[in-house]
């Protein structure tokens, strides 16, 4: 086993948006296996994103329904945004040339110590300081555990 994932929100999203059935069940598979493993892994930006996503006219939660969907996902101990990750912020934004909410969310998986960042936003396979990107949406034939299990193998065999 690899240490800690972090989960994008988009993730999160899927689990919750209906529109999509086959990401849908994709990414509960995902969440129950973290939660499972206790591996998973956000940061109160990534509350924050699911929150304004959910509300919005597209999937339009009530608002009590998506502050108990993000008051439930509290549990995983978010990542606060602090000074610390926003200069690792700033780094990765510069040196990747990625946007800033997507930096935010490396530096945070980066402070968290995570081996793995789940997310459809950026290159699958991508090496951001010891942390590697994965689409979660990418292998639908293989289980969760096996997919971080073959990058935890990556990672020691040094592809990281």
């Not at 493993?37 to 990534?46: A, F, K």
């Not at 912020?89 to 998986?109: C, G, K, N, P, T």
């Not at 950026?122 to 289980?143: E, M, S, Y």
């Amino acid at each position: 086993m690899t240490g800690p994932v972090f989960v994008d929100t988009n993730v999160f999203v899927y689990r919750h948006d209906d529109s999509v059935p086959e990401k849908q069940s994709r990414a509960e598979q995902w969440i129950v296996f973290l939660v499972r493993s206790r591996t998973g892994r956000l940061s109160y930006q990534v509350l924050q994103e699911l929150y304004a996503t959910l509300t919005r006219p597209r999937l339009s939660f009530d608002h009590s329904e998506a502050r108990r969907i993000v008051q439930l996902l509290s549990v995983w101990q978010p990542l606060r945004i602090d000074t610390g990750i926003l200069e690792r912020a700033w780094q990765a934004q510069e040196r990747h040339a990625i946007s800033w909410w997507d930096a935010l969310i490396v530096a945070a998986a980066q402070a968290g110590q995570c081996s793995i960042l789940l997310t459809e936003d950026l290159q699958p396979g991508q090496v951001f300081d010891g942390v590697r990107v994965v689409d979660p949406f990418a292998w639908p034939d293989k289980k969760p555990q096996e997919i971080v299990e073959a990058h935890g193998m990556a990672a020691r065999d040094g592809d990281a």
